[in-house]
C-alpha cells in the first residue's frame, strides 16, 4: 500500500505564503516524477508543478516566479513554497508521484487526499 500525505495548506491573505508538503509512505522501491496539482471549485484539475527524478522543474504559467517545487528523495517527499499568492490561487492543492514498489515492477501514479488553499482579498 502506498499513501500519499499533504500538509501545509489553510487560510492565507493575499501576497501572503504557504509551504505545501507531501510524503509518499508504504512499500516504495522508487519514485520518479513528483508533482503538484490543483483544482479549484467548478474548473477542471490542472498542473502547477512538477519534479523530475534529477532535480529540474517545470511550472504552469500562471504560477512562475511565485511557486517553487522541490524534493527530498531520502524523504520520499515533495514541497511547494508559494509567495505572492492571489485570490487565483484558492483551490484544493494534491500531490502525486509516480511510484515503483519493488525492483522490477512496473510504475504507478499515486494521489494524496488534497490540502485546500484559500487566498483572502
Known amino acids: 500500500q502506498v499513501q500519499l500525505v499533504e500538509s501545509g495548506g489553510g487560510l492565507v491573505q493575499a501576497g501572503g505564503s504557504l509551504r505545501l508538503s507531501c510524503v509518499a509512505l508504504?512499500?516504495?522501491?522508487?519514485?520518479?516524477?513528483m508533482g503538484w496539482y490543483r483544482q479549484a471549485p467548478g474548473k477542471q484539475r490542472e498542473l502547477v508543478a512538477v519534479?523530475?527524478?534529477?532535480?529540474?522543474?517545470s511550472y504552469a504559467d500562471s504560477v512562475k516566479g511565485r511557486f517553487t517545487i522541490s524534493r527530498d528523495n531520502a524523504k520520499k517527499a515533495v514541497y511547494v513554497q508559494m509567495s505572492s499568492l492571489k485570490p487565483e490561487d484558492t483551490a484544493v492543492y494534491y500531490c502525486?508521484?509516480?511510484?515503483?514498489?519493488?525492483?522490477?515492477?512496473?510504475?504507478?501514479?499515486?494521489w494524496g487526499q488534497g490540502t485546500p488553499v484559500t487566498v483572502s482579498s
Open positions: 508504504g512499500s516504495i522501491f522508487r519514485v520518479n516524477n
Open positions: 502525486n508521484a509516480d511510484v515503483q514498489r519493488s525492483f522490477g515492477s512496473s510504475w504507478s501514479v499515486y
Open positions: 519534479i523530475f527524478s534529477d532535480g529540474t522543474a
